[in-house]
Structure formats: C-alpha cells, structure tokens
C-alpha cells in the first residue's frame, strides 16, 4: 500500500551515568577515586534510502527510541555508548514537528542523513570532582536525559516530469505505454487512488522518471476528493504532461479547470512547462473532434499533440517534447533544513510558579542538572544547591517569599526548601 503521510515519537538514547567508587586493593588502603564516566545515548537519525518509495514502514511501528549509553564502572572504565538509530526514510521525505509545525529537513538525495535528536551526554564519575581540598567526593553525575520529538513525515514523489488530467483522461495507460510502470487501469473515473512512478529510455544516456498523479478534480486546492494528497506530489516534478481526455464534454473546460487548481494550490506549479496533449485519438469521434479542439487550443497559444495512450500513437514525441522542456526547466528547490537550536535562548533562563502545592520551578538548564543528581548522595545535593545560587534560583526564590519546609518542584522531583 502507498503511505505518503505518517506520524511518530522518536526519543535519542540517555547518557550512562557516572560512578561513585574508590579504588580498593590490597596494600593500598587509600585509593583514589576511580569512578569512571558513563556512556553517550544513541542518536536518533534519518537516512534516504533509494530502494524505498512509500511511508508504509511507518504504519506498522510508530515509536522509535534509541539505545542508551550504560553506566560507568570502576577503575575509571567508562560506559559503551549507545547505538545511533538510523532510520531509512525514501527519497523526498519531508519531516516537520508535529507540536510546532516547522520543517526540520527535507531529505532528497540517496544516502543524506539527517540527526533529529542527540543523544544524551554520559554522567562524568567521580574521579572527575578531585581537588587539593576534596580527595574523596562521594559525588557524580546522571547521564542527560534524552531529547524526544513528535513528528509528521510527508512524501513527496520525486519524478522529472508530472502527468495530470481529470480522472479518466487516461494517465495511466500513458504511463504504461512509455514506461514499465503498471497501474491499475480501468474505463471509469478514480481507477487511480495513488500516485505511480515509471522510468521512460528516451535513449541508452537518457532515462526520465514520470509519475502519474490520479485525477483532479474542481476544489482540489481546497483538499476536496483528497486533491491534498495528490497535488503535493506535483511539486517536485519540473515538466507537466497535460492529459485532455478527447471524449470530454469540453476539454479546453477541463483544461483551464486543472490550471486553475494547481495555481491556487501553489503558484510555482503555474509556472511549470507542460506539454498538452488530447488523448484517445484511436477513437473515431475523437479523430473527427481533433481539427476543432487543435484550432481552439491554438487560438489560446497552445500548441497540442493528438495521442492515443492505447494505440501508442504520438506517446513518443510527447514524451521527447517533455524530455525538451526538461532541458531548460529550473531545478525544483529543496529545503535542507536541520534542528535550529536558537541562540538568542539563555539555556540558563527559568521561570517561578506558585500554585496551591509549592514552588514549581521550569527551564533547560535546571530541569537537566535536576535529572542528572544522585539524590542519594549528600555532595551531589549540595553540588545542586550550588547551581541554584550560580544560576540565580537561589536569590529569585528568596525574594519571592519562599519559606522552609516550602514544596519545589524542579522537573519530575519533589524538593523541600531549608535555609
């Protein structure tokens, strides 16, 4: 089944934390510290895959965490770190944030990676807090916790050159003709529900990548008969074929009708060349319409082939026309975009709540040094304590009437206050 929209949790790895241990052996009854650090968590990363060309993997898992760094260890042995989890993803994958809307990359060519979430950083051991006044710190650190985000992917097809018509016009047997695609084809309107891809050999140096969007009809820039869904994918392509259907009641109607909704869908796809051409000319009727129809089209500056999809008839100089136009279309735009980490955000910025149960106190920097304390061990409390007074929480809660045996909230933990 072709998926081309999904939505899934990815959370990084946590870093390992670091250890508390003090080297002991015989005949060295005063060892140091030798608490070593904890391991790095995993990234969480994209990576396109060539092969794939359809969001379907996602259906199935929607959750995706990467591997933890593990814990420090003695005689200064430090944690593995984590594995990266890659994820692959097809080529034209687009992957915005789901809470804010912003696109954090859009990832195109074979092989482009795109790291989503960092993995947490490992908790540094005690060895690392020994000084000529501290010899022995009963003190380390919790690894970071990890970074985790909602996100909606989109895909949007990638092909040289896109066949649009209103359904039934006969784009998919045009795609079966000139390529080794096979869409469901069938006489009646909406045969086709997704769009396909096919690759055409103009010549043994020249191959081009054509996709057949389904059918477009009146309101489809405002998402009426999943027009959405369709429309997205022309956006990639440079060059259009457009596909009349020759038994139409007007077709120059259907004509300006299809020009009208990708204009108010996206302006750019106004701009792209196309190639028009009136199919179903193995058709009688259509052979004794034809005159008329060309001279009309003529009449509004548009040049028009008569072709039969079925017969093969005219597909191939179509197709060459296409191949023309592609020569000097303008590459489409692609948005390589990664995470922006803002830096007119002061990481060390807080903010102070009173509710009916305490103090809740929010931001970065403190809800991260909150989660990598060992609240077990009196010198990593009083090492907290110290960053509250060098980050200014210390002052601000003073001055803000909190008393002893005060609630503070930080995080996910529960504090009681004490002078």
Known sequence: MFIDQADIYVRSGKGGDGSVHFRREKFVPRGGPDGGDGGRGGDVVFEVQPTLNTLSAFRRNSKYLAEPGKNGAKQNMSGRSGQDLV?????????????????????VEPGQRLVITKGGRGGRGNSHFVSSVHQVPHVAERGAPPEERNLRLELKLIADIGIVG????????????????????????????EP???????????????????????GAHLGIGLGHDFLRH???????????????????LDYAQINSELALFDPHLAEKSQVVAVNKMDLLEVQERWPGLQKALKRKGIQALGV????????????????QLLQTAPAVEVVTTMPVYRLDQDPNEFRIERDQDGWRISGEAIERAASMTYWGEIESIRRFQRILERVGIDAALREAGVQPGNTVYIGEYELEWSD
Do not use: C, M, W
């Open 196 to 218: 396909n891809l096919g690759v055409a050999e103009l010549d043994p140096e020249t191959n081009l990548v054509l996709a057949d969007i389904p059918g477009l009809i009146e």
């Open 308 to 323: 039969s999809a079925v017969a093969g008839t005219n597909v191939r100089p179509a197709l060459y026309q296409a191949a």
């Open 234 to 252: 022309i956006q990639r392509t440079r060059v259009l074929i457009h596909l009349l259907d020759g038994l139409a009641e007007d077709p120059l």
């Open 87 to 107: 994820i692959p993803v097809p080529p034209g994958t687009l992957i915005y944030d789901r809470g804010t809307g912003e696109l954090l990359g859009d990832l």
């Open 166 to 193: 209103v359904p039934n016009a006969g784009k998919s047997t045009f795609l079966a003709a000139v390529t080794n695609a096979r869409p469901k084809i069938a006489s009646y309107p909406f045969t086709t529900l």
